[in-house]
């Protein structure tokens, strides 16, 4: 898909967004110590950075050949 390749602002605004929400949500789970709701929030943190990642390396992937049997 070249929507990534072409649309690179729109790549580096989502990933400056999600990587910022994921480092916000990581310290306010860890500042609710011994509290479930911080190990939610330090969990959904931790998907927004793999969530970073996966845009960031979205432009680099191959694309898929055709299914062999």
Known sequence: MNFWKEHTALRAVLMLVT???GLILLITGWKQTGQLGGLGLMLLGVA?????LALY???FQ????GKRR
Do not use: E
């Open 48 to 52: 927004l950075l793999l969530v970073t």
């Open 62 to 65: 191959d694309p898929r050949p």
């Open 57 to 59: 390396n979205k432009p």
């Open 19 to 21: 990587f910022i929400a």
